[in-house]
C-alpha cells in the first residue's frame, strides 16, 4: 500500500509567481486536506477536499485555490507569491471524512 | 474546536516512559483527543485517538482523566527515534471534524 506522496520536494520561486503543488493520496482515500506550516511552528489548515468538492476553507486569502482530480489526487495553487507563503505545505489522505489523516513529507516552497 | 495547553518542552531517558501531558479544559462532549508527532522534517504521524476510555495501541497508551479535561500520552520505553515534536489534538469527530487545528505542541528531546 503506498502511502500519501508529495512533489516537488522543494521548490524556490520568486514574490509574484504562481505555483502548483501535487500530491498523491494514500489508496482507497477520498478526502484530502492541505495544511501550511512555517518554521517553528505547527501546520495550519488550508482547506480540505471531498469527493472533488471543497469541504471546509482555514484563515488563507483566495489566491490560495486547490483541485482534487476523480482519482482523489489533488493539488494546490498558489497565485501572487509572497515572501510569506515560504512554508512546508503538507497534504493529507483519509479514508473518509473525520477519519484519522495521514500526512505526506511535504513539500518546501521557498519565496525569495 | 477547544483549545489544548502542552509543555513546550521535555526530556527523557532512552528506555524509560514518556509521560506528555495535555490540557484541554474547554473539551465538549462530542470531541475526541487526538495525538500527531512529527520527526524533523517529516509530515505528522498519527498515534492514537480516544473519546474517554483510556487506549492503547503499538505505539503508546492515552490516559484521559474521568472530566476529560487533560489526558496524557504514554510512550512506554522511549527510544532516540521518539525524538520528535508531539501535538495533542481536540477534534468534533465524523464528518464534522473535516480540520487538525494544531498548538506548538512538545518538543521530545529522547536522551541516551
Known amino acids: 500500500e503506498t502511502g500519501v506522496t508529495q512533489s516537488p520536494t522543494h521548490l524556490i520561486k520568486t514574490r509574484g509567481q504562481q505555483v502548483t503543488l501535487r500530491c498523491s493520496s494514500q489508496?482507497?482515500?477520498?478526502?484530502v486536506s492541505w495544511y501550511q506550516q512555517a518554521l517553528g511552528q505547527g501546520p495550519q489548515f488550508i482547506f480540505q477536499?471531498?469527493?472533488?468538492?471543497?469541504?471546509g476553507r482555514g484563515n488563507f486569502p483566495p489566491r490560495f485555490s486547490g483541485l482534487q482530480f476523480p482519482n482523489y489526487s489533488s493539488e494546490l495553487n498558489v497565485n501572487a507569491l509572497e515572501l510569506d507563503d515560504s512554508a512546508l505545505y503538507l497534504c493529507?489522505?483519509?479514508?473518509?471524512?473525520?477519519?484519522?489523516?495521514?500526512f505526506g513529507p511535504g513539500t518546501r516552497l521557498t519565496v525569495l | 474546536d477547544a483549545k489544548t495547553t502542552q509543555p513546550t518542552s521535555m526530556d527523557c531517558a532512552e528506555g524509560r516512559a514518556a509521560n506528555l501531558p495535555c490540557n484541554h479544559s474547554?473539551?465538549?462532549?462530542?470531541?475526541?483527543v487526538y495525538w500527531y508527532r512529527q520527526i524533523h522534517s517529516q509530515g505528522p504521524q498519527y498515534i492514537i485517538h480516544?473519546?474517554?476510555n483510556n487506549e492503547t495501541n503499538e505505539m503508546a497508551s492515552l490516559i484521559i482523566t474521568e472530566d476529560r479535561k487533560s489526558s496524557t500520552l504514554i510512550l512506554p520505553h522511549a527510544t532516540l527515534r521518539d525524538t520528535a515534536v508531539y501535538y495533542c489534538?481536540?477534534?468534533?469527530?465524523?464528518?464534522?471534524?473535516?480540520?487538525?487545528?494544531f498548538g506548538g505542541g512538545t518538543r521530545v528531546l529522547v536522551k541516551p
Open positions: 489534538i481536540v477534534r468534533v469527530a465524523g464528518a464534522a471534524g473535516n480540520k487538525l487545528t
Open positions: 477536499y471531498y469527493r472533488e468538492e471543497e469541504n
Open positions: 480516544g473519546l474517554k
Open positions: 493529507a489522505s483519509s479514508f473518509a471524512l473525520g477519519d484519522e489523516q495521514f
Open positions: 474547554t473539551i465538549s462532549g462530542n470531541e475526541y
Open positions: 489508496s482507497g482515500h477520498n478526502t
